[in-house]
């Protein structure tokens, strides 16, 4: 049929050649997304299981009770609601869960922190592409996340409640930088009952959401969200009981305790992300991403957190979600610059091998060697290819 010279019926040929071909690639990038997400949950799974096999064939006492306050979450599991020492008493979440599983304790604990060790390098992939970093990059993040030492620990100790903070931790970061406020506020409350540590988001979102969204709503926004974390936060000691853990006096107590252990602040540096430390730090004039920079409000507050805690590269190491992504800028660097950061994961590796042959153990030898060496050797070997790289293909883009 034609109407003033056009042809209705090559038309509606042509609009619908068009929506097929639309539908076509949709379903194709739908596809490739699937295929990507299983490529990164399968490296992340076969990881895990990397380190659990090594860890029970090369490590006395792996996933093992170690330390008091896993005995405390050991006995919570057995009864979430009877009351243990603070603050360990108030973190019932990981307890939980592996009290409703049809599983041994050590099982349950074995199965929800390694799931939850899985699921943050997963999230920590997509949180580093939602930074526009490239998928290559992000994948290399993730890497990074799985063989730092604070993750490695979490298998060793492995009735902690670390490996869902760390996974929360991160959700809330991820929410907060694609404006979600269901996503956050559910993670902010799941977060609570697990660890405190999550209510040092709540700077980020206010001034994120002021950046995006102006005075009124960040004001508005970060109250409704304060109001809803304190609810939980009383509330669940309100159950147990309130204690004077963060009290001035324990905060005293405890930087006598750091100043009598000066060596075990010297390894905290090893045990969290050693080299990665420095690397960020000088990198902090290549970040551009407004996210990451106001992400930089939390650090004081993270650190602050070492008057309240003795494993203090536990404390640090929920800082990944920052220090990770800034070191990534590795790839923007100047030539110079890369040789200077080689020499520092040399001279760290270094430094940590001569700590622990003068016997400055926190740990027995064998999981100090496990948890410390494998990041390092990862970031010098990274290193050593931006190195080649920069040589030999100066014009390549891999960002």
Do not use: C
Request: proline fraction near 4%; charged fraction near 10%.
């Amino acid at each position: 049929m034609i109407l003033n010279g056009y042809n209705t019926s090559t038309s509606n040929y042509n609009i619908l050649t068009w929506k097929n071909m639309i539908k076509s690639e949709n379903s194709q990038k739908k596809k490739s997304s699937v295929f990507e997400f299983l490529i990164v949950l399968i490296f992340a799974s076969s990881i895990v299981i990397l380190i659990l096999f090594l860890g029970k064939n090369l490590v006395y006492g792996f996933s093992a009770i170690t330390t008091p306050d896993s005995s405390f979450y050991l006995q919570m599991s057995l009864n979430p609601f009877q009351r243990v020492n603070a603050p360990y008493t108030y973190r019932v979440l990981t307890p939980l869960l592996v009290y409703v599983l049809p599983l041994s304790h050590w099982t349950g604990f074995t199965i929800i922190n390694s799931s939850g060790i899985i699921a943050t390098g997963v999230l920590m992939y997509y949180y580093l592409k939602k930074l526009k970093f490239s998928p290559l990059i992000s994948f290399l993040g993730l890497i990074l996340f799985l063989f730092a030492p604070a993750t490695i620990y979490l298998f060793y100790n492995i009735a902690l409640v670390d490996s869902l903070s760390f996974l929360l931790f991160l959700l809330a970061f991820y929410a907060i930088l694609i404006e979600n406020d269901i996503i956050y506020v559910i993670t902010l409350i799941l977060g609570i009952l697990n660890k405190e540590t999550i209510l040092l988001t709540l700077p980020v979102y206010f001034f994120y959401t002021l950046k995006n969204q102006g005075r009124t709503n960040a004001i508005k926004k970060t109250i409704l969200m304060l109001a809803i974390a304190s609810i939980i936060f009383i509330s669940i000691r309100y159950y147990y009981g309130f204690t004077s853990h963060y009290s001035l006096t324990n905060a005293i107590d405890m930087i006598k305790f750091h100043i009598n252990n000066q060596s075990m602040l010297f390894v905290s540096y090893f045990l969290t992300f050693s080299s990665l430390w420095l690397i960020a730090l000088m990198n902090l004039n290549e970040v551009k991403n407004d996210f990451l920079k106001i992400s930089l409000i939390t650090l004081p507050f993270i650190f602050l957190q070492m008057l309240l805690a003795t494993d203090v590269y536990r404390v640090l190491a929920i800082t990944f979600p920052i220090i990770i992504p800034i070191s990534l800028y590795i790839y923007k660097v100047k030539k110079a610059k890369l040789y200077l950061y080689f020499l520092l994961s040399i001279l760290s590796l270094f430094a940590y091998l001569v700590w622990l042959s003068i016997g400055y153990f926190v740990y027995p030898l064998d999981i100090m060697l496990f948890m410390g060496i494998p990041l390092q050797i990862l970031v010098s070997t990274l290193l050593l290819v931006f190195i080649f790289r920069s040589v030999f293909s100066p014009k390549s883009n891999i960002s």
